[in-house]
């Protein structure tokens, strides 16, 4: 199978570019995995992932620092192509792809115990037909988790917003749906925790969320204080 992206440049004309690869190689990625673009002054340089809200499946990484003339795709806000030559970069377009929206960061799964991600090695991330990946629900007003069937992940309907749901691997090796609610109606059925920092989020130096993605809520912590502490329960943000 042939991966096409589509992209559209943003000159006069809108041109529409057709990149395709073969399966093997997948998406090229112009910076190292965990580095991102950053743009100064009209120049491109590779630097650290802090927030990890856009990810790539890919297998081939670090071509701009191999110093080889070609196509490849970076973030830099949005999923962009660059054409890479004499180690001159020079965006092209943005990638028209299905984004699939994951919970947690690659190389790690959800724990649906303290509603956190956690990091696990040699993950097979074959679940996920997508190589553009969009992480969290970070706008989301409650959040409520369900466990989801293997056979249902790639069921869910198009025309259903990405922002509003993501699909992870949980830590007991099932599969769990996150959903957004845009009410806290829910509530009235299932119990529900207010969290103060968004989806992902945890204080760092005081009351300043960051996307930490690891520090779940473990319940059972404060058995003594909260009555019935295990069961269903939701985010409310
Ligand atoms: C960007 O360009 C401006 C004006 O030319 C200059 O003052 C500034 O130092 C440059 N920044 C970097 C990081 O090179
Ligand atoms: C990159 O390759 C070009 C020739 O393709 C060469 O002139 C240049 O010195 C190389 N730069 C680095 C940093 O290796
Ligand atoms: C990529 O850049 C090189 C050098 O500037 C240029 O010759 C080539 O036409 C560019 N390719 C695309 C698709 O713009
Ligand atoms: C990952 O899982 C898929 C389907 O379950 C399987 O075909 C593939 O061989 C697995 N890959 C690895 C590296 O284990
Ligand atoms: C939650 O806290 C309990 C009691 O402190 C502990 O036994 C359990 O391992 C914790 N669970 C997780 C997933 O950290
Ligand atoms: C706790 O569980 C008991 C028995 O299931 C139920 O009667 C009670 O209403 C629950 N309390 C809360 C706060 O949900």
Same mark, same amino acid.
């Given at each position: 199978?042939?991966?096409?992206?589509?992209?559209?440049?943003?000159?006069?004309?809108?041109?529409?570019?057709?990149?395709?690869?073969?399966?093997? @190689?997948?998406?090229?990625?112009?910076?190292?995995?965990?580095?991102?673009?950053?743009?100064?002054?009209?120049?491109?340089? #590779?630097? !650290?992932?802090?927030?990890?809200?856009?990810?790539?499946? @890919?297998?081939?990484?670090?071509?701009?620092?191999?110093?080889?003339?070609?196509?490849?795709?970076?973030?830099?806000?949005?999923?962009?192509?660059?054409?890479?030559?004499?180690?001159?970069? =020079?965006?092209?377009?943005?990638?028209?792809?299905?984004?699939? *929206?994951?919970?947690?960061?690659?190389?790690?799964?959800?724990?649906?115990e303290i509603? $956190? #991600? =956690?990091?696990?090695? @040699?993950?097979?991330?074959?679940?996920?037909? =997508?190589?553009?990946?969009?992480?969290?629900?970070?706008?989301?007003?409650?959040?409520?988790?369900?466990?989801?069937? !293997?056979? $249902?992940?790639?069921?869910?309907?198009?025309?259903?917003?990405?922002?509003?749901?993501?699909? &992870?691997? $949980?830590?007991? &090796?099932?599969?769990?749906?996150?959903?957004?609610?845009?009410?806290?109606?829910?509530?009235? !059925?299932?119990?529900?925790?207010?969290?103060?920092? *968004?989806?992902?989020?945890?204080?760092?130096?005081?009351?300043?969320?960051?996307?930490?993605?690891?520090?779940g809520l473990n319940l059972s912590r404060w058995?003594?204080?909260?009555?019935?502490?295990?069961?269903?329960?939701?985010?409310?943000?």
């Open positions: 199978m042939n991966l096409f992206i589509v992209l559209i440049c943003f000159s006069v004309g809108i041109p529409i570019f057709v990149l395709s690869t073969d399966a093997e @190689s997948g998406v090229r990625k112009c910076c190292d995995s965990g580095e991102v673009f950053e743009s100064i002054n009209g120049s491109y340089t #590779c630097i !650290e992932d802090k927030t990890r809200r856009l990810q790539m499946k @890919s297998d081939e990484t670090g071509f701009l620092h191999r110093n080889e003339t070609g196509e490849c795709v970076e973030i830099i806000e949005e999923f962009f192509v660059f054409n890479v030559s004499r180690g001159i970069v =020079q965006p092209l377009g943005q990638v028209i792809e299905q984004i699939f *929206p994951k919970c947690c960061p690659l190389n790690h799964v959800y724990n649906t509603h $956190s #991600c =956690q990091e696990a090695t @040699s993950l097979n991330h074959s679940y996920i037909s =997508q190589d553009f990946l969009q992480i969290g629900l970070p706008n989301c007003k409650v959040i409520v988790d369900y466990e989801l069937n !293997e056979n $249902s992940i790639h069921k869910r309907n198009n025309k259903i917003s990405i922002n509003s749901y993501c699909i &992870d691997k $949980s830590h007991t &090796d099932s599969y769990v749906l996150r959903e957004c609610k845009d009410s806290v109606e829910i509530c009235e !059925e299932i119990r529900c925790f207010k969290k103060c920092c *968004p989806d992902g989020q945890s204080f760092i130096n005081g009351p300043n969320c960051y996307d930490t993605y690891k520090y058995q003594n204080f909260i009555e019935n502490y295990t069961g269903n329960r939701n985010f409310v943000y």
